[in-house]
């Protein structure tokens, strides 16, 4: 349940993994540090997802029903451009996913993609854990 939730909230999907993990960390039935890895592992693959959407963005942008606008796309990747790979540092927040989307359409290395993705996501579920078990406040 924790994998699925993770994994699709990484999407573009509406879904929040939040809820699931600390109400699992809450149970204390499962170690912590299994929790992490599974939600990590799940928040991962669900951006690679995104990655991969974006690497065929040039072959459907020019399409009526394709919701990003040529000049969005144009603005998104000049920003990546200029601010680099380490806005995949980012993945985590918010707009995370616009970012990892962002990062297949320009072609990122998918080995430096993971390895910044994955980072970022664990150390949101470490400091999830961490606020959920009050040792942050």
Same mark, same amino acid.
């Given at each position: 349940?924790?994998?699925?939730?993770?994994?699709?909230?990484?999407?573009?999907?509406?879904?929040?993994?939040?809820?699931?993990?600390?109400?699992?960390?809450?149970?204390?039935?499962?170690?912590?540090?299994?929790?992490?890895?599974?939600?990590?592992?799940?928040?991962?693959?669900?951006?690679?997802?995104?990655?991969?959407?974006?690497?065929?963005?040039?072959?459907? #942008? #020019?399409?009526?029903?394709?919701?990003?606008?040529?000049?969005?796309?144009?603005?998104?990747?000049?920003?990546?451009?200029?601010?680099?790979?380490?806005?995949?540092?980012?993945?985590?927040?918010?707009?995370?996913?616009?970012?990892?989307?962002?990062?297949?359409?320009?072609?990122?290395?998918?080995?430096?993609?993971?390895?910044?993705?994955?980072?970022?996501?664990?150390?949101?579920?470490?400091?999830?854990?961490?606020?959920?078990?009050?040792?942050?406040?």
């Amino acid at each position: 349940m924790l994998f699925a939730a993770a994994f699709g909230a990484a999407t573009l999907l509406p879904l929040q993994s939040e809820i699931v993990f600390a109400a699992l960390q809450l149970q204390g039935e499962t170690p912590v540090g299994w929790l992490i890895v599974v939600a990590s592992l799940g928040n991962t693959l669900g951006a690679l997802v995104n990655y991969a959407l974006g690497r065929q963005v040039d072959r459907f #942008s #020019s399409r009526r029903w394709f919701p990003v606008k040529p000049q969005q796309m144009a603005r998104a990747q000049a920003w990546f451009a200029r601010w680099g790979v380490w806005t995949l540092l980012l993945s985590w927040a918010p707009l995370g996913d616009a970012v990892t989307l962002v990062a297949g359409a320009m072609r990122t290395p998918v080995w430096l993609f993971l390895l910044l993705v994955a980072i970022a996501k664990t150390l949101r579920y470490i400091a999830l854990a961490a606020l959920t078990a009050g040792l942050l406040a």
